[in-house]
């Protein structure tokens, strides 16, 4: 289970780069979810993989149980990455209509390629 988990955290990371590299706003925007999606599978990993596990050490549990922190961690991370990628859409759709081209221009020459 742990290889299956660190595999998937591996390539979606590794698809975030290389999306976030790309010279255009929408894969930029997909490559940052993934990110973000590679950084919660993490969290959600440090809590330890135990299934039917109760959240809280209790009187009827034994020693092991699954630590509620990093699903919590998760929660919130989901909903400000939601936030944050309805903010970056926004920003890329009115730079779009600005300039009617979605390409990056790293230079900054004036989309003159030299």
Same mark, same amino acid.
């Given at each position: 289970?742990?290889? $299956? /988990?660190?595999s !998937? #955290?591996?390539?979606?990371?590794?698809?975030?780069?290389? =999306?976030? &590299?790309? %010279?255009?706003?929408?894969?930029?925007?997909?490559?940052?979810? $993934? /990110?973000?999606? !590679? #950084?919660?599978?993490?969290?959600?990993?440090?809590?330890? =993989?135990? &299934?039917? %596990?109760?959240?809280?050490?209790?009187?009827?549990?034994?020693?092991?149980?699954?630590?509620?922190?990093?699903?919590?961690?998760?929660?919130?991370?989901?909903?400000?990455?939601?936030g944050?990628?309805?903010?970056?859409?926004?920003?890329?759709?009115?730079?779009?209509?600005?300039?009617?081209?979605?390409?990056?221009?790293?230079?900054?020459?004036?989309?003159?390629?030299?």
């Open positions: 289970m742990e290889i $299956l /988990l660190a !998937a #955290v591996g390539i979606l990371t590794a698809s975030g780069i290389y =999306l976030i &590299l790309r %010279q255009r706003t929408f894969p930029v925007i997909i490559g940052l979810s $993934l /990110l973000s999606y !590679a #950084v919660n599978l993490f969290l959600f990993a440090t809590g330890r =993989l135990a &299934l039917n %596990q109760p959240p809280i050490l209790s009187k009827y549990a034994d020693a092991s149980y699954t630590d509620p922190l990093p699903q919590a961690l998760v929660l919130t991370a989901i909903v400000i990455s939601f944050m990628t309805a903010v970056v859409v926004m920003i890329a759709l009115s730079s779009y209509l600005a300039a009617r081209d979605d390409h990056i221009d790293m230079a900054g020459n004036g989309g003159d390629d030299a």
